[in-house]
């Protein structure tokens, strides 16, 4: 058992281990840099409200500022991939080297062609495979145009409607015989044969154990410190199987379990984690960001109580539609509802709110993030709405700016 720890030096290590304690870069930020912030934080989480950001541009942003989001763009959608698509957290881009351990633990009942005829499922599944393999990669609406099927559609439990050969689609997908090329501008996936996205897999192994271990060192090495819980969530493994990878990463010396006063639970720290001295970055962190996944360890170790209120009704939101947290130093000081109004040229802080003792400099740096912010989204101007008891300050240090 190493020395025990306080709750602010496993912020320090957390935030550490998602590039969040520190400035960002002063030059132009390269796709080298880009794919060094990929490779700490192992996944983005891909999510269609657009209504500031696709969410898998935003940690890019918090972590380096202003960058080029075509790097993102070809990173996933041109050879050799380093990112690619499949189910993690939720759907995600991964690490292509995490993508045959993720096959083997992620089942998504509720996603695919399960409920279909057997005998239906296969023959749309031998139609979809046929065409994929002599065309160009095609969305799930260009593939139906093709193959000619118009089959009833089902209404799933998340009220989508889709049709045989979407439903086949995503079970092919969920098994890794299709994957995603690209993305087309209205955000469809755009299928084709795996072996055409990852032309140098190697065969399948079969070892969900040692799948399991890699993921959890994986999910480790980027929180840096936290519970079983914690890195279970990561890439949503099984909890129970996860503990027992946590054991084998503990002897085998990968992972030490530690004590965080405050933090009353089982905790390990990554052996290569690193606790800085002090933490200075300052970030707003998308709704989807990793290091807000587990709502329950941010609560305890930044007693930031946090959910997203997209799906309640407006008029039961207690801070807005699209609220992110906004990160200070080694603390999460206040929340702010944005959209990015593109017509008139805006980014709008229609709401902002203040954490219990917030430092006096919050809406200063609050202020200098939306305007970063804005550039970045090439809008003009930031407009602060009067919602919110941090509102006033900050339209007043947006003015000053």
Same mark, same amino acid.
């Given at each position: 058992?190493?020395?025990? @720890?306080? +709750?602010? *030096?496993? !912020?320090?290590?957390?935030? $550490?281990?998602?590039?969040?304690?520190?400035? &960002?870069? /002063?030059?132009?930020?390269?796709?080298?840099?880009?794919?060094?912030?990929?490779?700490?934080?192992?996944?983005?989480?891909?999510?269609?409200?657009?209504?500031?950001?696709?969410?898998?541009?935003?940690?890019?942003?918090?972590?380096?500022?202003?960058?080029?989001?075509?790097?993102?763009?070809?990173?996933?959608?041109?050879?050799?991939?380093r990112?690619?698509?499949?189910?993690?957290?939720?759907?995600?881009y991964?690490?292509?080297?995490h993508?045959q351990? @993720?096959? +083997?633990? *992620?089942k !998504?009942a509720?996603?695919? $062609?399960?409920?279909?005829?057997?005998?239906? &499922?296969? /023959?749309?599944?031998?139609?979809?495979?046929e065409?994929?393999?002599r065309s160009?990669?095609?969305?799930a609406?260009?593939?139906?145009?093709?193959?000619?099927?118009?089959?009833e559609?089902?209404?799933?439990?998340?009220?989508?409607?889709?049709?045989?050969?979407?439903?086949?689609?995503?079970?092919?997908?969920?098994?890794?015989?299709?994957s995603?090329?690209?993305?087309?501008?209205?955000?469809?996936?755009?299928?084709?044969?795996t072996?055409?996205?990852?032309?140098? +897999?190697?065969?399948?192994?079969g070892?969900?154990?040692?799948?399991?271990?890699?993921?959890t060192?994986?999910? /480790?090495?980027?929180?840096?410190?936290?519970?079983?819980?914690?890195?279970?969530?990561?890439?949503?493994?099984?909890?129970?199987?996860?503990a027992?990878?946590?054991?084998h990463?503990v002897?085998?010396?990968?992972?030490?379990?530690?004590?965080?006063?405050?933090?009353?639970?089982?905790?390990?720290?990554?052996?290569?984690?690193?606790l800085?001295?002090s933490?200075?970055?300052?970030?707003?962190?998308?709704?989807?960001?990793?290091?807000?996944?587990?709502?329950?360890? +941010?609560?305890?170790?930044?007693?930031f109580?946090?959910?997203?209120?997209i799906?309640?009704?407006?008029?039961?939101?207690?801070?807005?539609?699209?609220?992110?947290?906004?990160?200070?130093?080694?603390?999460?000081?206040?929340?702010?509802?944005?959209?990015?109004?593109?017509?008139?040229g805006?980014?709008?802080?229609?709401?902002?709110?203040?954490?219990?003792?917030?430092?006096?400099?919050?809406?200063?740096?609050?202020?200098?993030?939306?305007?970063?912010m804005?550039?970045?989204l090439?809008l003009?101007?930031?407009?602060?709405?009067?919602?919110?008891d941090?509102?006033?300050?900050l339209a007043?240090?947006?003015?000053?700016?």
């Open positions: 058992m190493s020395a025990p @720890l306080s +709750l602010d *030096q496993a !912020r320090r290590i957390a935030l $550490a281990a998602q590039g969040l304690h520190k400035g &960002r870069p /002063a030059g132009p930020v390269t796709s080298r840099t880009v794919g060094r912030t990929f490779a700490r934080i192992q996944l983005v989480q891909i999510d269609s409200v657009n209504v500031l950001s696709r969410s898998h541009f935003l940690p890019f942003f918090s972590r380096l500022g202003n960058y080029d989001r075509s790097i993102l763009q070809r990173m996933a959608g041109t050879h050799p991939r990112m690619v698509e499949y189910w993690a957290h939720e759907a995600s991964i690490r292509p080297d993508y351990d @993720l096959l +083997l633990w *992620q !998504r509720w996603v695919g $062609a399960g409920r279909m005829d057997p005998g239906q &499922r296969a /023959a749309v599944a031998a139609k979809i495979l065409t994929l393999a160009r990669p095609l969305t609406s260009e593939l139906t145009a093709r193959i000619g099927h118009v089959e559609r089902q209404r799933d439990n998340w009220g989508w409607n889709w049709n045989a050969v979407k439903r086949v689609l995503e079970h092919l997908f969920e098994e890794g015989t299709v995603a090329a690209s993305r087309t501008e209205q955000f469809e996936r755009k299928y084709t044969l072996g055409r996205v990852l032309p140098n +897999l190697d065969g399948h192994d070892d969900p154990e040692g799948a399991l271990h890699r993921l060192e994986a999910a /480790a090495q980027a929180h840096g410190i936290g519970s079983v819980r914690c890195f279970a969530d990561y890439f949503r493994t099984p909890a129970k199987a996860t027992r990878s946590v054991e990463l002897r085998l010396g990968r992972l030490e379990p530690v004590k965080v006063a405050g933090w009353e639970r089982d905790l390990y720290r990554h052996v290569d984690s690193v800085p001295r933490a200075v970055g300052r970030a707003l962190l998308s709704p989807f960001d990793s290091l807000v996944f587990e709502r329950r360890r +941010l609560e305890e170790l930044f007693g109580h946090y959910r997203l209120e799906y309640t009704p407006e008029h039961k939101r207690r801070y807005g539609y699209y609220v992110l947290p906004f990160l200070l130093r080694d603390r999460i000081v206040a929340r702010v509802d944005l959209k990015a109004d593109r017509a008139a805006r980014l709008l802080a229609r709401a902002a709110f203040g954490e219990p003792e917030a430092p006096s400099d919050t809406a200063v740096e609050l202020a200098s993030e939306l305007l970063l804005a550039r970045w090439g003009q101007e930031v407009q602060v709405h009067p919602a919110g941090l509102a006033p300050e007043r240090a947006v003015a000053m700016l």
